[in-house]
Antibody
Framework: QVQLRESGPPLVKPSETLSLTCFVS?????????WAWIRQPPGKGLEWIGT???????YYKSSLESRVTVSVDTSKNQFSLRLSSVTAADTAVYYC???????????WGPGTLVTVSS | EIVMTQSPATLSVSPRERATLSCRAS??????LAWYQHKPGQPPRLLIY???SRATGIPARFSGSGSGTEFTLTINSLQSADFAVYYC???????????FGPGTRVDIK
């Protein structure tokens, strides 16, 4: 079955770059689905960060666009998130998810907590 | 930019009772509305899409309705497993992206 799993450092220093990878199994990232990053800051709601298609086409939340890069590696069946110049406001549980062209997210990773702190 | 709002922020319900959650869009979104259930320590779970279609494996006690700017998620005969936070989400927009509401927490009365 389709499974996603986030991986990356749990602690990032302010002003540095947050990097996460989502490993996908049971489904090829090259198929006709979109791959997304979504986060949830402590005590707050869900926030969509960005989405990528296997062709490399990317779509980002406008307020984060200057700091976000989402990439895909079809040979490894994974996709990644980079968020630069992080601050404490970027502390959150980060989820990767599979989305259809209408941004319905049907499979999610378990989430990984990333804390921004010195 | 379309803004999604949800009410109430918290809903206290007794087991086996009905819960009614509301979601409002700042503009007409047709039926492009999804609902997710989110429990602590777990990822969100897609419940409803297209305002009223249940996702695969979702029990019939969950139902969605509405169109335009006003939407409702109804949970009949609440079970212990249903106490969670529920988010509505605008979908079917292009380019791909997502706008979530702030959530409604359903807790035990």
């Amino acid at each position: 079955q389709v499974q996603l799993r986030e991986s990356g450092p749990p602690l990032v220093k302010p002003s540095e770059t947050l990097s996460l990878t989502c490993f996908v199994s049971g489904f090829s990232v090259s198929n006709s689905y979109y791959w997304a990053w979504i986060r949830q800051p402590p005590g707050k709601g869900l926030e969509w960060i960005g989405t990528i298609y296997h062709t490399g086409d990317t779509y980002y939340k406008s307020s984060l666009e200057s700091r976000v890069t989402v990439s895909v590696d079809t040979s490894k069946n994974q996709f990644s998130l980079r968020l630069s110049s992080v601050t404490a406001a970027d502390t959150a549980v980060y989820y990767c998810a599979r989305g259809n062209p209408t941004s319905l997210f049907d499979y999610w990773g378990p989430g990984t907590l990333v804390t921004v702190s010195s | 930019e379309i803004v999604m709002t949800q009410s109430p922020a918290t809903l206290s319900v007794s087991p086996r009772e009905r819960a009614t959650l509301s979601c409002r869009a700042s503009q007409d979104i047709g039926i492009n509305l999804a609902w997710y259930q989110h429990k602590p320590g777990q990822p969100p779970r897609l419940l409803i899409y297209g305002a009223s279609s249940r996702a695969t494996g979702i029990p019939a006690r969950f139902s969605g309705s509405g169109s335009g700017t006003e939407f409702t998620l109804t949970i009949n005969s609440l079970q212990s497993a249903d106490f969670a936070v529920y988010y509505c989400q605008l979908h079917n927009n292009w380019p791909p992206g997502a706008t979530f509401g702030p959530g409604t927490r359903v807790d035990i009365k």
